[in-house]
């Protein structure tokens, strides 16, 4: 069964610097997610990204944060200057379509920021 | 925006025996309404969804019910056995997909006791 890929598993950088996560989504989705859980809490929605934009985004999804498609398989998250409350699980997921289409999700990238 | 309360947070029951977790939303548009099992490791996982379009949903031993009057929804799990166990999120969406942002429970640690 196709699925989303996402490197590193682990990322450890510090406070200030900059990071780019990466993920692989399903060939034939459409749209793109990133979500991040901070240990023990929910997982929350980051920003959706459809046909080389943003779709929509949360209040998280501030100016440190930009995504990018840069080739017709790769999909990444940068966050500018990473600060200490950044550090949680990252997933990157995709879906076929829009609407009426499950989200398919990867197994993540823990950041840690020191 | 979508609220989603889940309970309980940690449910153990005895191998064979039935477990049941429940999820209230506050948005009454929603209208999609996934259940994900998430195992050490790894990132979320579909097991079963339901659109507000259906009462009750059904796949071998997984079923998912949904009450839009009471905007609450509820999986259950029956002939529980060890690989059940993982943590379990319910999840709320505005588009039937997720595209807007998937609103997550805090998760429900399932723990089947043998």
């Known amino acids: 069964e196709p699925e989303v890929t996402q490197t590193p598993s682990h990322q450890v950088t510090q406070m200030g610097q900059e990071v780019i996560l990466r993920c692989v989504p399903i060939?034939?989705?459409?749209?793109f997610y990133w979500y991040r859980q901070i240990l023990g809490q929910k997982v929350e929605f980051l920003v959706s990204f459809y046909n080389n934009e943003i779709s929509e985004k949360s209040e998280i999804f501030d100016d440190q944060f930009s995504v990018e498609r840069p080739d017709g398989s790769n999909f990444t998250l940068k966050i500018r200057s990473t600060k200490l409350e950044d550090s949680a699980m990252y997933f990157c997921a995709s879906s076929a379509q829009r609407d009426n289409s499950p989200l398919h999700f990867g197994n993540g990238t823990r950041l840690t920021v020191t | 925006g979508e609220n989603v309360e889940q309970h309980p947070s940690t449910l153990s029951v005895q191998e064979g025996d039935s477990a049941v977790i429940k999820c209230t939303y506050s948005?009454?548009?929603?209208?999609?309404f996934p259940w994900y099992k998430q195992e050490l490791g790894k990132g979320p996982q579909l097991i079963i969804d339901i659109r507000s379009n259906v009462g009750e949903k059904k796949d071998q031993r997984i079923a998912v019910t949904l009450n839009k009057t009471a905007k609450h929804f509820s999986l259950h799990i029956t002939e529980t056995q060890p690989e059940d166990s993982a943590v379990y999120f319910c999840?709320?969406?505005?588009?039937?997909?997720?595209?807007?942002?998937?609103?997550f429970g805090k998760g429900t640690h399932l723990i089947i006791q043998p």
């Open positions: 060939s034939n989705h459409l749209y």
């Open positions: 999840a709320a969406s505005l588009s039937g997909g997720g595209a807007d942002g998937l609103t």
């Open positions: 948005d009454s548009a929603s209208n999609y």
